[in-house]
């Protein structure tokens, strides 16, 4: 039956423009520069660009995955699984873009100590490589850190999702930011007040309510400087205190808990605590900060955002804050 149906496929009148062409995969064939030459290209062939002539903003791929190096600071290096994200923008009357010379200025980095200079030098090889008007690249990616424990001697890794974004203009003009994720435990000052009120007044036990908490921070890098993501997480941490923990003992937890009632805030708090960390930092030169804290008492999150607030900057418009569920 199986002879058959190939028998009948391949007697369809659809094949007769074929005849003589043999159904195999030749793996003998080694392609010269010639023939290489000769391969028709869609993206210069005189075939008009279908639809509207118009601009197209963002034209590249999405998702394109490889493992590169990222140099820690202890002398390291963390191979990581990447995520990428690469696009051009396309003048009217332009076809197309060869999409596959994005991946392949990835790869003339791929073995190289992969840093924000790094995504700099990738995004001036592909912008040529590729042509268009303004280029841009998002790479994301999970970034472990060692945590101590408060008080015990055990140790683990933390993990920070985090993108670098590089942009170029038409102009050569050259941006790069970074999106960092921060994890942590925020006590309300509100509800410490009140359990507090009913344990002297009446005598009744009450607990106030803690809850989950993540913090994006996005910052614009000067022009020729560098910031590791460990600077990035020491700012957080010295702004909240109350970072989630890893690996804990008893004593551990009960630090934590002293932890909190040493550092309650409120969403507001946050934000503001860590606007003042970033705006000391010389190498920052615009941020924007998102935070949103998980309600245990409500069902409903508590939410902020704040920017530095420079003309032409950040803005304080973000609003996916479903991205801060955690």
Avoid at 267 to 296: M, T, W
Wanted: proline share 4%; charged share 25%.
């Amino acid at each position: 039956m199986k002879t058959e149906r190939n028998k009948l496929y391949l007697h369809q009148p659809e094949a007769d423009a074929f005849s003589g062409v043999r159904p195999i995969y030749d793996r003998s064939f080694v392609p010269d520069e010639a023939y290489r030459q000769d391969l028709p290209d869609m993206q210069h062939a005189n075939h008009a660009a279908l639809g509207a002539p118009v601009a197209i903003q963002k034209v590249g791929i999405a998702n394109f995955r490889l493992p590169l190096n990222f140099p820690a600071p202890d002398g390291r290096t963390l191979t990581l699984e990447t995520s990428v994200t690469g696009h051009v923008s396309l003048a009217a009357g332009i076809k197309g873009i060869n999409m596959s010379r994005i991946m392949r200025s990835f790869y003339q980095f791929k073995d190289e100590p992969f840093t924000l200079s790094t995504l700099r030098d990738v995004l001036a090889a592909y912008k040529a490589e590729v042509g268009g008007l303004d280029a841009f690249i998002h790479l994301r990616f999970s970034y472990p850190i060692l945590q101590k424990s408060l008080r015990s001697e055990l140790e683990g890794y933390q993990y920070y999702q985090v993108a670098w974004k590089a942009s170029m203009d038409r102009q050569g003009r050259t941006r790069t930011f970074v999106d960092f994720d921060f994890v942590y435990s925020s006590s309300c000052p509100c509800s410490a007040e009140l359990s507090e009120h009913a344990r002297d007044v009446r005598g009744v036990y009450a607990i106030p309510h803690s809850q989950r908490s993540k913090a994006r921070v996005m910052i614009e890098v000067r022009d020729g400087e560098l910031i590791s993501i460990e600077d990035i997480q020491q700012h957080c941490l010295r702004a909240l205190q109350t970072e989630t923990q890893v690996m804990v003992k008893r004593e551990d937890e009960q630090a934590f808990a002293e932890l909190n009632g040493a550092n309650m805030k409120f969403v507001e708090d946050a934000a503001r605590l860590l606007y003042g960390q970033f705006n000391r930092d010389p190498r920052v030169k615009d941020f924007e900060i998102a935070c949103a804290h998980l309600e245990s008492l409500h069902s409903h999150d508590a939410v902020s955002v704040i920017a530095k607030g420079l003309p032409g900057g950040f803005r304080a418009d973000f609003s996916d804050f479903a991205s801060l569920v955690c």
